[in-house]
């Protein structure tokens, strides 16, 4: 029987608590914005990027847009992706990350010259387009300059709800650690957009109530 190193118990244990740490904080965070910014945080501080992006992936519209950002001085107040060949749409829809490192072909039409985007899955939902298969993934991918790095478990991505972009190209054993850690919060997220969306519906009935009442008096 292999007994493991303590030294490496000792640091999977401390790694399991931070990842706990950060699905607590986002659940119990009071906005989206919060939220995103403790996820792009704890991403920026485990890889050493110095920029990201969290994009969410729009159900009505079927399009990427800009929930959060760290670390970009000039980002763009809105930001919105409904191409489906976009590299950062196709780790989205494929829920697989993917990597431009800047040596091959330039990644058209993205804000940093090399990248890692690592998706985010949400809980199914009704009309949730159907996952892309990675060969599929790759062949969109081929004249764009970048590449897939398939997991070697995608877990639970049952549908796509986003993605998080860093400006540097990640190697692939971290991505497999911060991509499980992405993977875990998307649906933390998720959740608490959903809930945010559910407090303004019922502002807006109550909004629209009281001036009915009013009418009717």
């Known amino acids: 029987m292999t007994m493991e190193p303590a030294s490496v118990a000792r640091s999977g244990t401390s790694s399991d608590r931070t990842q706990l740490a950060l699905l607590s904080a986002l659940a119990e965070a009071p906005d989206l914005d919060a939220a995103a910014g403790f996820l792009l945080s704890h991403v920026l501080g485990a890889t050493g990027a110095r920029r990201a992006y969290l994009l969410g992936f729009d159900t009505a519209e079927q399009q990427l847009v800009l929930i959060s950002h760290t670390g970009v001085e000039d ?92 400006d540097t190209a990640l190697p692939p054993a971290l991505i497999e650690e911060i991509g499980a850690i992405v993977m875990y919060a998307g649906p933390v997220i998720a959740r608490v957009a959903s809930h945010l969306d559910a407090e303004r519906g019922y502002e807006r009935v109550s909004q629209e109530s009281s001036r009915f009442q009013q009418m009717v008096d």
């Open 75 to 166: 980002a763009p107040v809105e930001l919105a992706i409904a191409e489906r060949a976009h590299p950062w749409m196709v780790a989205t829809l494929a829920q697989t990350p993917v990597v431009a490192d800047g040596t091959s072909k330039p990644a058209a039409r993205t804000e940093f010259p090399e990248w890692t985007a690592l998706p985010m899955p949400r809980p199914h939902y009704r009309g949730a387009p159907a996952l892309w298969a990675d060969s599929y993934a790759a062949e969109v991918l081929a004249p764009i300059g970048a590449r897939l790095v398939p997991r070697d478990d995608r877990g639970f991505a049952s549908a796509p709800g986003g993605v998080v972009i860093v």
